[in-house]
């Protein structure tokens, strides 16, 4: 089962901060937040992880709180491409995956 | 090119068919996976291989039978098709199975079986 708790849906302005929270407050110290996304009917796509400090690449920015027990993954300038269901997963080393219901962002014109 | 390809992309059959889906990854990666989507889009592991060694198994049935000839491939056979295994099918790759990284997926085969 998915230790992670999302909200089911958000909605975002076009070239708005869209901010997805994650409770994770049972994350072992072994393990990494990781970030995915599924656009409609296509494979899940890689975003960001992160174990405790902040990290931000190309796609996102990783927020995660000191305590670890919750994160939040921001998307800087949303576009209508960013459109996705998005998944919020703690995964100790290179264990499999294990996915939640994840949180559908839907970014409005 | 693409990094991780399954064939194929849809596939419909019959009943107590017999079907494979392949997968490949020119990434170089030890550790393969299997994913199913189903039809409430809930994604769940299936198997996963590290250096073509069996390492998870979820409970799947034995209809399902995953084989890999080398590190590149991890092939899904399913017997005896039933209508609940309707679903996408996903495989996945990522470079060891001691490392912290990333996985990739490949675009998911549409499996109807009718």
């Known amino acids: 089962d998915a230790k992670t708790t999302q909200p089911t849906s958000m909605d975002c302005a076009e070239g708005r901060a869209a901010n997805l929270p994650c409770n994770h407050s049972?994350?072992?110290?072994?393990?990494?937040v990781y970030w995915y996304r599924q656009i409609h009917s296509q494979g899940p796509q890689y975003i960001i992880h992160g174990l405790k400090n902040n990290e931000t690449n190309e796609m996102a920015s990783l927020i995660i709180t000191e305590d670890r027990k919750s994160s939040t993954l921001i998307l800087p300038h949303a576009t209508l491409r960013d459109t996705a269901v998005y998944y919020c997963?703690?995964?100790?080393?290179?264990?499999?995956?294990?996915f939640g219901k994840g949180t559908r962002l839907s970014v409005i014109a | 090119d693409t990094a991780v390809s399954q064939t194929p992309k849809y596939l419909v059959t019959q009943m107590g068919n017999d079907k494979s889906i392949k997968c490949e990854q020119n990434l170089g990666h030890d550790t393969m996976y299997w994913y199913k989507q189903d039809s409430k889009k809930f994604l769940k592991i299936m198997f996963s291989y590290n250096n073509k060694e069996l390492i998870i198994n979820e409970t799947v049935p034995n209809r399902f039978s995953p084989k890999s000839p080398d590190k590149a491939h991890l092939n899904l056979h399913i017997n005896s098709l039933e209508l609940g295994d309707s679903a996408v099918y996903f495989c996945a790759s990522s470079p060891r199975l001691d490392r912290v990284t990333e996985a990739f997926f490949g675009q998911g085969t549409r499996l109807t079986v009718v």
């Open positions: 049972t994350i072992s110290g072994n393990e990494y």
């Open positions: 997963i703690v995964r100790a080393g290179n264990t499999p995956l294990v």
